[in-house]
């Protein structure tokens, strides 16, 4: 699903293998990063993810590193990042 998300971001980039791109998901699900979806209509419509890496500085407090995409609205945008937010301090207790 998440795919279709990305023809509207890129719609000039060939589709990537559903073989590849499993693999890919795999890596992602391995080294602990984070997605989080916006599905309105049963499409969707913005995702982003949040990365935890940890810190051997800081008293060993994680940092992190974010990216938000989103297909077509600046509210969809915002409305990922409320959400992010909303999880931010749930992700990073682990």
């Not at 990537?16 to 990063?33: C, F, Q």
């Not at 419509?45 to 407090?61: F, H, R, W």
Request: charged share 15%.
């Amino acid at each position: 699903m998440i795919l279709e998300l990305y023809k509207q971001l890129l719609p000039e980039e060939a589709p990537i293998d559903i073989n590849m791109a499993n693999k890919i998901w795999d890596k992602i699900e391995d080294n602990g990063i984070k997605y989080f979806i916006a599905i309105e209509n049963g499409i969707i419509i913005s995702s982003c993810y949040l990365a935890i890496i940890p810190n051997l500085t800081k008293n060993g407090m994680s940092n992190c590193v974010f990216l938000s995409l989103s297909a077509s609205s600046k509210n969809h945008f915002c409305f990922m990042f409320l959400i992010i937010l909303h999880f931010f301090y749930f992700c990073v207790s682990f």
